[in-house]
């Protein structure tokens, strides 16, 4: 009993020494956070760690009481100042008066809804892109949010996997370029500055890959696949400057993510040198027992934590769990102060410490309505729409459409306010969407009559139909007109015959290409299947509006359109944009960031595929090759792919030399001209394919575009610079080698129509 008193009274006599020694000036960040995790009790550095879901788990009173004890590091889904304000204040009357910071998804725009993540890949824009993660930080900002957990950088190359829509599609190359420039547009030059948030990349690692698409799902990878395809997005946007990672959901070669000491501490800490913040998914830690990898909460918690992550979302276990760990040994207190170190930091770079309500403001500056429609950067949202938007076909010349006569406007998301913002809208709200019919009624004006009829229903499935609508307790996600399907038709065919031409916006609703809403099919559902065919059947023009987050299997509907336009789901302005280039007002110069396969059972179709031994070649006979052969071979619509209203025509591939020495570079130059009648905008591509290797090699990889705007007639020379580092790879040991050999350059407008020539790197 002594000996207990004793220490406690060393014990107490130490922190006042400890809080008598001068705080180190704020400027020096290391000093700072050490002397502030030497005053921390166990209590409070467990609290530091748990980063908590405003909702029904906890009661808003309850948090501010758990903030003011210090048992909270942060939060998500509060997302206005004057909610976050008073769990501010509540941090600023715990001991040590350690800021809060207050996260939320914001994906692609969060007032403002731009396109979908593939959206914004299919721009392939960089500066528009740009223009998102600004645009969306500056918003998010305003709304007193310090971090974001995005940009979403999985590779995804199987489309039954419902969030397909959150990222930017099947490649490499392209993907790790957008992950920098949103990290870059949401941090701006510092995630201190007010007008900035931290971007939170994820999922790491490989969600994108799992098992046929399930969400939540198995991923089983080689180290070469993972160190080649799907392992640089994350890392481009680490280097890029983001704060921090949402650790995946699955686990990657029988080994969650969420308890993976190899992904987390070897590769990510050890082998990049990552500095940051991590997240766990929402859960995550507690699904360890689901995995069958944590026998109960307390190994979960302890799994977690010796993994390497930092923060718990959603926490329950690293609350109820960590102290007895510590006590025990069983996790050390240099692994706790680890974590606590990376979140210190995290909010260090956010400039909380300097500031903790440099977002939030002062009650007097309050918005008085933080949805109101001035708020809404509604020009940029348009602008970057239109560029979203790919054109799939374009028979005789069916598109652009004249503003005159009468136009039928059909279809089940022709007037579809919540689809327009599509999966992860944020804080946009339905009622700021321009739909495809508003938007067609401001174009036309009294130039032309517009008529309208809904068509058909999303689906015809009542048990889809109830899984969408499942989890939407304020609102339905998809609303059903009650009256038959044949009533729905007749109505459309009878709109149709009066019109000079139908445009019919079909597809799926945004709940269909969504978290947990993988598909077993990429058919457009029957019941707008039979809504086509009954127009089709009329002999009227039709053009069919594509809204999805996924590429969608539409062979059949290519065959009924005179046009078929992808516009994905295309945000607050999409409507307007989707006007804009149906009547020619904007040439389209969307590429597609994923391929479209002809079915479900070519899964997975990717440009970039491995050589193989046997491969199937077009117009030669496909026995005994890699094929199938109940239907034609390759994609519907290929990687890259695109068409506008001019004409595009790549000529004269030539390379400066044919052969590259190590630490050289080499040019390659191509002649671009437009012999359409309209100016226009289109992506030159540039593709590398290593000839002969140690380990075989995709047929070809992209490495380089340009986007350039061409008049009608001119013609330019694009100029690309080839490096021994793009034609390094991961070999079977993990060494990064560009290997001497015969390489071949590839330029194109998309990932099949190609130029090509050779050269040896020596």
Same mark, same amino acid.
């Given at each position: 009993?002594?000996?207990?008193?004793?220490?406690?009274?060393?014990?107490? /006599?130490?922190?006042?020494?400890?809080?008598?020694?001068?705080?180190?000036?704020?400027?020096?960040?290391?000093?700072?956070?050490?002397?502030?995790?030497?005053?921390?009790?166990?209590?409070?550095?467990?609290?530091?760690? $748990?980063?908590?879901?405003?909702?029904?788990?906890?009661? +808003?009173?309850?948090?501010?009481?758990?903030?003011?004890?210090?048992?909270?590091?942060?939060?998500? *889904?509060?997302?206005?100042?004057?909610?976050?304000?008073?769990?501010?204040?509540?941090?600023?009357?715990?001991?040590?008066?350690?800021?809060?910071?207050?996260?939320?998804?914001?994906?692609?725009?969060?007032?403002?809804?731009?396109?979908?993540?593939?959206?914004?890949?299919?721009?392939?824009?960089?500066?528009?892109?740009?223009?998102?993660?600004?645009?969306?930080?500056?918003?998010?900002?305003?709304?007193?949010?310090?971090?974001?957990?995005?940009?979403?950088?999985?590779?995804?190359?199987?489309? #039954?996997?419902?969030?397909?829509?959150?990222?930017?599609?099947?490649?490499?190359?392209?993907?790790?370029?957008?992950?920098?420039?949103?990290?870059?547009?949401?941090?701006?030059?510092?995630?201190?500055?007010?007008?900035?948030?931290?971007?939170?990349?994820?999922?790491? /690692?490989?969600?994108?890959?799992?098992?046929?698409?399930?969400?939540?799902?198995?991923?089983?990878?080689?180290?070469?696949?993972?160190?080649?395809?799907?392992?640089?997005?994350?890392?481009?946007?680490?280097?890029?400057?983001?704060?921090?990672?949402?650790?995946?959901?699955?686990?990657?070669?029988?080994?969650?993510?969420?308890?993976?000491?190899?992904?987390?501490?070897?590769?990510?800490?050890?082998?990049?040198?990552?500095?940051?913040?991590?997240?766990?998914?929402?859960?995550?830690?507690?699904?360890?027992?689901?995995?069958?990898?944590?026998?109960?909460?307390?190994?979960?918690?302890?799994?977690?934590?010796?993994?390497?992550?930092?923060?718990?979302?959603?926490?329950?276990?690293?609350?109820?769990?960590?102290?007895?760990?510590?006590?025990?040994?069983?996790?050390?207190?240099?692994?706790?102060?680890?974590?606590?170190?990376?979140?210190?930091?995290?909010?260090?770079?956010?400039?909380?410490?300097?500031?903790?309500?440099?977002?939030?403001?002062?009650?007097?500056?309050?918005?008085?309505?933080y949805y109101a429609d001035a708020r809404l950067h509604r020009d940029a949202a348009r602008d970057v729409a239109r560029r979203s938007l790919v054109l799939l076909e374009n028979r005789k010349e069916?598109?652009?459409?004249?503003?005159?006569?009468?136009?039928?406007?059909?279809?089940?998301? /022709?007037?579809?306010?919540?689809?327009?913002?599509?999966?992860?809208?944020?804080?946009?709200?339905?009622? +700021?969407?321009?739909?495809? #019919?508003?938007?067609?009624?401001?174009?036309?004006?009294?130039?032309?009559?517009?008529?309208?009829?809904?068509?058909? *229903?999303?689906?015809?499935?009542?048990?889809?139909?109830?899984?969408?609508?499942?989890?939407?307790?304020?609102?339905?996600?998809?609303?059903?007109?009650?009256?038959? /399907?044949?009533?729905?038709?007749?109505?459309?065919?009878?709109?149709?015959?009066?019109?000079?031409?139908?445009?019919?916006?079909?597809?799926?609703?945004?709940?269909?290409? +969504?978290?947990?809403?993988?598909?077993?099919?990429?058919?457009?559902?029957?019941?707008?299947?039979?809504?086509?065919?009954?127009?089709?059947?009329?002999?009227?023009?039709?053009?069919?509006?594509?809204?999805?987050? $996924?590429?969608?299997?539409?062979?059949?509907?290519?065959?009924?359109?005179?046009?078929?336009?992808?516009?994905?789901?295309?945000?607050?302005?999409?409507?307007?944009?989707?006007?804009?280039?149906?009547?020619?007002?904007?040439?389209?110069?969307?590429?597609?960031?994923?391929?479209?396969? $002809?079915?479900?059972?070519?899964?997975?179709?990717?440009? *970039?595929?491995?050589?193989?031994?046997?491969?199937?070649?077009?117009?030669?006979?496909?026995?005994?090759?890699?094929?199938?052969?109940?239907?034609?071979?390759?994609?519907?619509?290929?990687?890259?792919?695109?068409?506008?209203?001019?004409?595009?025509?790549?000529?004269?591939?030539?390379?400066?030399?044919?052969?590259?020495?190590?630490?050289?570079?080499?040019?390659?130059?191509?002649?671009?001209?437009?012999?359409?009648?309209?100016?226009?905008?289109?992506?030159?591509?540039?593709?590398l394919q290593d000839v002969s290797a140690s380990m075989s090699r995709p047929v070809k990889e992209l490495k380089n575009f340009q986007k350039l705007l061409l008049k009608a007639g001119e013609s330019?020379?694009?100029?690309?610079?080839?490096?021994?580092?793009?034609?390094?790879?991961?070999?079977?040991?993990?060494?990064?080698?560009?290997?001497?050999?015969?390489?071949?350059?590839?330029?194109?407008?998309?990932?099949?129509?190609?130029?090509?020539?050779?050269?040896?790197?020596?």
């Open positions: 009993m002594k000996l207990s008193m004793l220490g406690l009274a060393m014990a107490l /006599a130490s922190q006042a020494a400890l809080a008598a020694t001068p705080a180190p000036p704020l400027q020096d960040k290391q000093a700072f956070i050490e002397h502030l995790i030497q005053q921390m009790t166990l209590d409070e550095k467990i609290g530091q760690l $748990r980063l908590i879901s405003i909702g029904p788990e906890m009661p +808003h009173a309850k948090i501010r009481e758990e903030i003011a004890a210090g048992r909270i590091g942060g939060t998500f *889904n509060s997302r206005t100042a004057p909610e976050n304000r008073p769990m501010q204040d509540a941090a600023m009357r715990s001991r040590l008066k350690i800021p809060m910071f207050f996260a939320y998804d914001v994906i692609h725009g969060n007032r403002t809804i731009f396109p979908i993540s593939l959206g914004l890949a299919a721009t392939w824009d960089m500066d528009a892109i740009a223009k998102v993660g600004r645009t969306s930080a500056i918003e998010a900002a305003a709304d007193s949010l310090d971090m974001t957990f995005a940009p979403m950088v999985d590779i995804a190359r199987d489309p #039954r996997w419902g969030r397909t829509s959150e990222g930017f599609g099947e490649d490499t190359y392209l993907t790790s370029r957008i992950g920098q420039v949103m990290v870059k547009g949401f941090q701006g030059s510092s995630p201190a500055n007010p007008d900035s948030i931290m971007a939170i990349v994820k999922h790491f /690692a490989l969600y994108g890959a799992v098992e046929g698409g399930r969400d939540y799902n198995t991923v089983d990878m080689s180290l070469p696949k993972m160190y080649n395809d799907y392992l640089p997005p994350y890392r481009a946007s680490l280097d890029a400057g983001a704060g921090g990672v949402m650790v995946a959901l699955n686990s990657i070669n029988g080994v969650p993510a969420t308890s993976n000491t190899w992904l987390m501490n070897d590769l990510l800490r050890g082998e990049w040198g990552f500095k940051g913040v991590t997240i766990s998914d929402h859960g995550a830690i507690q699904e360890l027992i689901r995995h069958g990898v944590a026998k109960d909460g307390r190994e979960a918690a302890k799994l977690a934590i010796k993994a390497g992550i930092d923060m718990s979302m959603n926490d329950s276990l690293y609350g109820e769990e960590l102290p007895g760990l510590v006590k025990s040994g069983e996790v050390t207190q240099a692994e706790l102060d680890q974590a606590v170190r990376e979140v210190l930091g995290a909010k260090y770079e956010m400039g909380l410490f300097k500031d903790p309500y440099v977002r939030i403001g002062k009650a007097e500056n309050d918005l008085k309505d069916t598109l652009p459409l004249k503003k005159a006569g009468t136009i039928a406007l059909v279809g089940p998301l /022709a007037d579809a306010p919540i689809d327009m913002m599509g999966s992860w809208a944020a804080d946009g709200r339905p009622a +700021h969407s321009v739909t495809v #019919r508003e938007g067609l009624r401001r174009a036309v004006g009294d130039k032309a009559k517009l008529i309208y009829a809904k068509g058909s *229903n999303v689906t015809g499935d009542k048990a889809m139909f109830d899984y969408l609508n499942f989890l939407n307790f304020d609102a339905p996600e998809i609303v059903d007109d009650l009256r038959p /399907a044949a009533v729905l038709i007749d109505e459309a065919v009878k709109a149709a015959k009066q019109a000079d031409v139908v445009v019919a916006v079909v597809g799926e609703s945004r709940g269909m290409s +969504h978290e947990s809403s993988s598909r077993t099919t990429l058919e457009i559902p029957a019941i707008q299947r039979d809504l086509i065919k009954a127009l089709k059947a009329t002999g009227k023009p039709l053009v069919l509006v594509l809204m999805n987050g $996924r590429p969608l299997s539409i062979g059949w509907e290519r065959e009924q359109a005179d046009a078929l336009l992808e516009t994905w789901f295309s945000g607050t302005e999409g409507g307007n944009a989707i006007a804009d280039v149906l009547f020619g007002d904007y040439n389209p110069s969307g590429k597609l960031a994923i391929t479209f396969p $002809r079915s479900v059972g070519q899964i997975p179709m990717y440009y *970039n595929h491995l050589r193989i031994g046997r491969p199937f070649t077009p117009g030669k006979p496909g026995n005994y090759t890699s094929q199938y052969f109940e239907e034609p071979n390759g994609p519907l619509y290929p990687f890259g792919y695109g068409l506008s209203y001019s004409s595009f025509e790549v000529s004269g591939l030539q390379l400066a030399k044919n052969q590259l020495k190590r630490g050289d570079t080499l040019q390659a130059t191509v002649t671009v001209k437009n012999t359409g009648k309209r100016d226009g905008e289109t992506v030159v591509q540039l593709y330019r020379t694009v100029t690309f610079s080839i490096s021994e580092d793009d034609l390094k790879f991961y070999n079977g040991q993990l060494q990064r080698v560009a290997e001497p050999g015969q390489f071949n350059v590839q330029v194109g407008l998309d990932s099949e129509a190609v130029q090509q020539q050779s050269f040896e790197l020596l």
